[in-house]
């Protein structure tokens, strides 16, 4: 996850939360998923989120009834302009699920953004408040137990303000509005990964890596 507008190939730049996956076992301790950017934003798994050989070395499997990792609050990526996130994701089924969120301060908020597969599409949205957001949405059919690499790049000086990246190629997308956005809504909450919000979870159900 960058605070920037440009996806690879220069990974390694502008990193805000960086987690590899890399670990032989979760166990729910505090932290139990570690933050290379240098951050020091690391996951705590819950549920129980196990690990297996996966797209790059080792990565987090979710059984798509309990499972998701979340960081503690954070202030990351709140009042930006730009960001960009990506991920390998791997499929069991294609139910509605949520894949990575920065959550709403509370359950009646939007989340401060949010990529999720939901009605056949993938779908990427980011809020400046609850009423003033940008959303893309790409109608995609994956093949379920096949790895892909999903990006979505953010940027609000550009025309076309999302951007969205699979296995490299940029896809057709469309993008709704509304409100007047000006920057990515303050908010000390975590980031999730897995889950979407207390009451409507929408649990994860394949692999993350």
């Known amino acids: 996850m960058k605070n920037a507008s440009h996806p690879c190939p220069d990974c390694t730049s502008d990193l805000v939360l960086y987690w590899q996956m890399d670990e032989c076992s979760l166990d729910g301790t505090v932290n139990d998923v570690a933050d290379s950017s240098g951050n020091g934003i690391h996951g ?35 009042n930006s302009t730009t960001m960009s996130v990506a991920l390998w ?20 908020q939007h989340p401060v953004f949010n990529m999720e597969y939901t009605g056949g599409n993938l779908r990427f949205s980011v809020y400046s408040s609850d009423s003033d957001y940008y959303k893309e949405y790409y109608s995609w ?4 137990g096949t790895w892909y690499h999903v990006a979505v790049v953010f940027d609000n000086s550009e025309s076309d303000k999302i951007r969205m990246y699979i296995d490299g190629t940029e896809v057709q997308s469309s993008e709704v509005s509304a409100g007047t956005f000006s920057r990515i809504r303050l908010e000390n909450t975590p980031v999730i990964v897995g889950r979407y919000r207390p009451g409507d979870p929408k649990w994860f159900s394949g692999k993350i890596d």
């Open 141 to 144: 059919n994956p093949t379920v």
């Open 89 to 108: 994701v791997n499929f069991s089924s294609l139910d509605d699920q949520a894949i990575i969120e920065k959550a709403e301060d509370s359950d009646t």
């Open 44 to 78: 705590t798994s819950h549920g129980e989120v196990t690990t297996d050989t996966c797209k790059v070395c080792f990565g987090e499997i979710f059984d798509g009834t309990d499972d998701y990792i979340t960081t503690d609050d954070s202030w990351i990526l709140s």
